[in-house]
C-alpha cells in the first residue's frame, strides 16, 4: 500500500508546521505571485501557486476581480493549509 502524501494541514496537526508558517507562505505569496515555494522550517516546501490551482474554490474567486483583502488572504491559506507539500 502506498504511503499517503501529508497536506500542509496534516503536518500542522503534529506540529511539523506552525501557523505562523502558514501566515508567512501566504504573505509571501500575496506579495508577489511568482513567488518561489515557501519553506517551512521542517525542510518541506509547497508551492502556493499550484495549491491554489489545485484548489477549486480558491482559484475562482482568486481570479475574481473586486474580491476583498481578507477573501483574497482566506483563500490563499485554504490553498496552502490543502496543498501537498514536498520533502527537501
Do not use: W
Amino acid at each position: 500500500m502506498a504511503k499517503e502524501i501529508p497536506s500542509v494541514g496534516d503536518l500542522r496537526r503534529k506540529s511539523e508546521v506552525s501557523d505562523a508558517e502558514i501566515e508567512a507562505a501566504t504573505v509571501a505569496y500575496l506579495k508577489d505571485g511568482n513567488a518561489e515555494p515557501f519553506v517551512f522550517k521542517s525542510g518541506h516546501r509547497v508551492d502556493v501557486a499550484k495549491a491554489i490551482e489545485m484548489h477549486p474554490q480558491a482559484k475562482k474567486l482568486l481570479a475574481e476581480e473586486g474580491i476583498t483583502p481578507g477573501l483574497r488572504r482566506t483563500m490563499v491559506m485554504t490553498a496552502v493549509i490543502m496543498g501537498f507539500p514536498v520533502q527537501g
